[in-house]
């Protein structure tokens, strides 16, 4: 149906912060997102869309929610597992991924990507302080951290949405990208492929700039979007709550769509610091089945307002 129109106080003042203490000193901050509609999605006209970007339609987000400023870092989940004993798929091994073998996947040398039965959060294969995101983290272990914050804060913390991610991902903007249609020349917006990637990394697409990282960077070191989020363009891919479909459900309802009942693999969105122009757009979608872990893959956290 028609979607209705948002509302004065919906629109109203936006950005109030929610901090969270997550013990010894670590906190964990979201940012209000105001509710608000937007065209999910893809045109065809997009230069780089995928098939699975559409069809683009009109979505409304119907009240305001909280979203993670920043994608969930080393220090966080360090707390987390330091204050459970939580152990990690990729320490422990864990069906059905790679037969239950321990490790995940990382990048080699030569830029191609393999599995490493010694890669897990702890040793990603290079150097991470506390202040980047955690990465080799598999839906479970995400789930895992969300019910222990929401245990330990008192807060419903979850995944956000597919919908509620490309909504605030977008920051208010239809373009490409959050900041506009053409490509980073800055090197402030995104930590992508780059230059600094392609001097380890020959022979991939890259934006033609500098942002000075061939991996992860800390969270916060680029510009913020729109709604005040930080690295919803590269960094680390993000899981959403979501299972994939190939195209957008259009039996989802226009208002609040939650995905499909059951699948096989979860929706990840964002990009990544090895991404290529095409895949850190606001529309990219991209899959993985719950049980894999990889340098590429983090997740930021949602809660209801």
Not at 90 to 115: H, L, M, T
Not at 118 to 135: L, R, T
Not at 212 to 239: A, Q
Request: negative net charge.
């Amino acid at each position: 149906g028609e979607i209705p129109k948002q509302t004065a106080s919906e629109s109203a003042q936006y950005g109030k912060t929610l901090t969270l203490n997550l013990g010894e000193g670590v906190t964990l901050e979201l940012i209000l997102i105001p509710a608000g509609e937007f065209m999910m999605g893809s045109p065809e006209s997009e230069e780089g869309r995928s098939d699975n970007e559409g069809p683009q339609r009109r979505v409304r987000i119907s009240g305001p929610f909280y979203m993670g400023k920043h994608e969930v870092t080393v220090g966080q989940f360090r707390r987390f597992v330091a204050a459970t004993g939580y152990v990690t798929d990729a320490e422990k091994g864990g069906q059905p991924f790679e037969d239950g073998k321990r490790g995940g996947y990382v990048v080699q040398p030569d830029g191609s990507w393999g599995f490493d039965e010694q890669a897990s959060w702890q040793n990603p294969g290079f150097e991470q302080g506390d202040d980047h995101p955690v990465v080799l983290i598999s839906w479970a272990d995400a789930t895992a951290f969300i019910h222990w914050l929401s245990q330990s804060s008192g807060k419903k913390i979850r995944f956000p949405t597919e919908a509620e991610w490309e909504y605030a991902a977008r920051g208010k903007t239809t373009t490409r990208f959050w900041w506009g249609d053409d490509e980073d020349r800055t090197g402030r917006v995104a930590n992508v492929a780059d230059r600094s990637f392609g001097r380890r990394f020959a022979d991939q697409p890259i934006m033609d700039m500098d942002d000075g990282f061939v991996f992860t960077s800390p969270v916060g070191r680029f510009r913020p979007n729109g709604f005040g989020l930080f690295d919803t363009s590269g960094n680390v891919w993000e899981w959403c709550s979501d299972w994939y479909r190939a195209d957008f459900d259009t039996d989802d309802p226009a208002i609040d769509p939650t995905g499909p009942a059951s699948g096989t693999h979860r929706v990840m969105r964002g990009g990544s610091w090895d991404s290529a122009p095409k895949g850190c757009r606001s529309a990219t979608r991209y899959r993985g089945g719950p049980s894999i872990r990889s340098l590429r893959v983090g997740f930021r956290v949602a809660a209801g307002a």
